[in-house]
């Protein structure tokens, strides 16, 4: 197609295609960034709010590991003092 043009002396229609061609693809490249950055902003809010979950739970595992063991040093200083005072009493661990 090239050839024919160029030997028929029409060099303002070549160049009139490839300027054609490449505001196309120009056109076709700033779209496709346009989608592209739309996507990462979209994955990126996703990242955020697994993050949030994530750490939701996380805070929640942290709060019940927290009370049980607050619970457990409660039950042993208990014992400890019964086990000063000499009771023989045995308390139960679990309570």
Not at 59 to 66: A, H, T, V
């Given at each position: 197609e090239n050839q024919?043009?160029?030997?028929?002396?029409?060099?303002?229609?070549?160049a009139a295609q490839w300027r054609q061609r490449y505001e196309g693809c120009l056109s076709e490249k700033d779209d496709l960034q346009c989608r592209l950055q739309i996507e990462v902003e979209k994955a990126e809010i996703m990242a955020d709010q697994r993050r949030k979950?994530?750490?939701?739970?996380?805070?929640?595992?942290?709060?019940?590991?927290?009370?049980?063991?607050?619970?457990?040093?409660?039950?042993?200083?208990?014992i400890f003092e019964a086990q000063q005072r000499g009771d023989v009493v045995l308390v139960s661990?679990?309570?």
């Open positions: 024919s043009l160029k030997s028929s002396g029409s060099e303002a229609l070549l979950v994530d750490s939701g739970k996380f805070e929640m595992k942290y709060r019940d590991l927290k009370e049980s063991f607050r619970l457990y040093r409660k039950k042993a200083k208990e661990i679990a309570d």
